[in-house]
């Protein structure tokens, strides 16, 4: 078992009786979906408003900061919590799938733009750059591997998949916001940026060797 699948299974050993009270009060997973694109939205404000006091002045940034993961870390439950509320409750549907993945999508843009502009803002504007290739790392790894699967190749590989680049995101925002510290929000954006945009990368590569072998088979 590796780490992925041992926190997972740790993580719906937590919330399996948050999914049974789900079942109960006839919540259904896109319900669950949309609530935790909604945290990502108050994330995102938070970071907004982070941005604008490191300009004028008008509020702490380093706490707007500091709530803003931690309401990311916890709309990041609510991601788990709609797929294993599918499965439980018996409730999985096709456009469900869809439904998840888009607001995914969203979800990361929204926050990591939201963070681009708490750089340019405090005049890190490298950095601003820096998040601005993490958020284009983390939209192509979740595109390739959807263009893959189109192409029937299962395409998991990789050190930077969603659920460690909403934790890392959280995390170091958490950390910024307590330390009055912004390189702990540059670390991880750094490290985002190298770590998807190279997963992005590594997974063409996989597809391109899965492609060529079943092109050789077939031949």
């Not at 909604?38 to 404000?45: E, H, P, Q, R, S």
């Not at 970071?47 to 702490?60: P, V």
């Not at 963070?115 to 993490?134: D, E, P, R, S």
Request: one cysteine or more.
């Amino acid at each position: 078992m590796n780490y992925r699948d041992f926190l997972q299974k740790l993580i719906y050993h937590v919330i399996d009786p948050l999914i049974k009270l789900m079942i109960r009060l006839g919540l259904t997973p896109n319900i669950v979906t949309t609530l935790g694109f909604i945290g990502n939205l108050v994330a995102m404000w938070f970071f907004l408003e982070a941005a604008l006091a490191f300009e004028d002045g008008s509020q702490d940034p380093y706490s707007l900061i500091g709530w803003g993961g931690f309401i990311i870390l916890a709309a990041g439950l609510f991601d788990m919590m709609d797929g294993r509320l599918a499965r439980t409750g018996n409730m999985s549907s096709t456009f469900g799938a869809l439904w998840d993945s888009t607001l995914d999508r969203y979800s990361e843009l929204v926050t990591l733009f939201a963070i681009c502009l708490i750089f340019i803002k405090a005049g890190w504007f490298w950095m601003g750059v820096t998040t601005f290739a993490a958020l284009v790392g983390s939209i192509m790894v979740s595109y390739v591997r959807a263009r893959a699967e189109g192409l029937d190749i299962e395409c998991k590989v990789g050190l930077m998949q969603r659920p460690e680049r909403v934790v890392i995101t959280a995390i170091v925002a958490i950390i910024a916001g307590y330390t009055d510290e912004l390189w702990w929000l540059a670390g991880g954006m750094i490290m985002i940026a190298v770590l998807a945009n190279f997963t992005a990368f590594w997974r063409v590569v996989h597809c391109y060797n899965v492609l060529n072998e079943r092109d050789g088979k077939k031949s």
